[in-house]
């Protein structure tokens, strides 16, 4: 059931080791914009959840098969941030953006 999950872990479905068909990902889709982001902005934060939660999962070889969501991606960010591959102001930047993506999600539901 898509609408119990949140809204990250339907932006992760992609980046997690498992295949589903075409018309799973189609009803994803549309359940993100569903939840009132934007084509534009979901765009956005799929490119985003593939330098996060996509890096580990694939560059790192966690190989989730099950479900990421914005816990995985802050872990994504977390260690990129200890690495040495982003810096601290960087790493706020990205934690403030899970937080715009699931409040857009709540201004839809007072809409």
Sequence with gaps: DLSKQTIWELICTEAI???YSHAYYTRVYEEILKR???VDELERARQFMQLTAGWLNFELMVWDWISLDENDIKKAIDLQFEKHLITKNKKEIMYKYI???KE???ES???
């Design 36 to 38: 009132g982001i934007s």
């Design 17 to 19: 080791d498992t295949e």
């Design 99 to 101: 937080d715009k993506i």
């Design 109 to 111: 539901k007072h809409k």
């Design 104 to 106: 857009l999600e709540k």
